[in-house]
């Protein structure tokens, strides 16, 4: 038996060429890759996809129409401006902003101011036009942290110019809007 099993592997082996073995090679590499990275992963989809069969839908509670009337419209603007802050806070956040700039790397050039009132609205707008000198990734950080620190501050205008001379510098160029609570008087 060992004997005739040893002649077919030998007349076996002696039909394969090198090609054969290349395929044999790329099959066994695919079925590897199959094993290793797609049934893991198809595994993890499977359990994922249980997880979010097994929440329930947040219920949709509608309020009934006597609720709705005696709790009237609601007020989305009241309740936005309630959550800014106060109009007299601004001086502070100025400083803040130019603290900000400081340690960041930032040369703050001009900044001009303008308050603007939102008509129908109890909230204030202060426009800042601001001219930033740097490099690009402290002016990025800069931004990206006064954008952090700010919960009540919007970019509206953003226009970056580079130097030809080869440097590192950019000027930008910002338009920044900062949101307070406003009570007319």
């Not at 006064?146 to 501050?153: S, T």
């Amino acid at each position: 038996m060992l004997h005739v099993v040893s002649w077919r592997g030998n007349w076996v082996w002696g039909r394969i060429g090198p090609h054969h073995l290349v395929i044999a090679g790329l099959l066994t590499l695919w079925v590897s890759l199959i094993l290793a990275i797609d049934y893991p992963l198809l595994r993890e989809t499977r359990q994922l996809a249980k997880q979010l069969a097994s929440v329930p839908e947040p219920g949709r509670e509608r309020p009934s129409t006597a609720k709705a009337a005696q709790a009237g419209p609601r007020q989305i603007a009241k309740e936005y401006a309630a959550t800014l802050p106060a109009f007299d806070a601004y001086p502070g956040q100025l400083r803040a902003l130019n603290l900000l700039a400081d340690q960041h790397g930032v040369v703050v050039a001009r900044v001009d101011y303008r308050y603007e009132p939102l008509t129908g609205l109890p909230i204030q707008r202060l426009v800042l036009r601001m001219d930033a000198q740097g490099q690009d990734l402290p002016l990025r950080s800069f931004l990206q942290a006064m954008l952090n620190a700010f919960p009540n501050l919007s970019i509206a205008r953003l226009a970056y110019a580079k130097a030809t001379d080869g440097s590192l510098k950019v000027d930008q160029a910002l338009e920044i809007h900062l949101y307070y609570r406003w009570q007319a008087e």
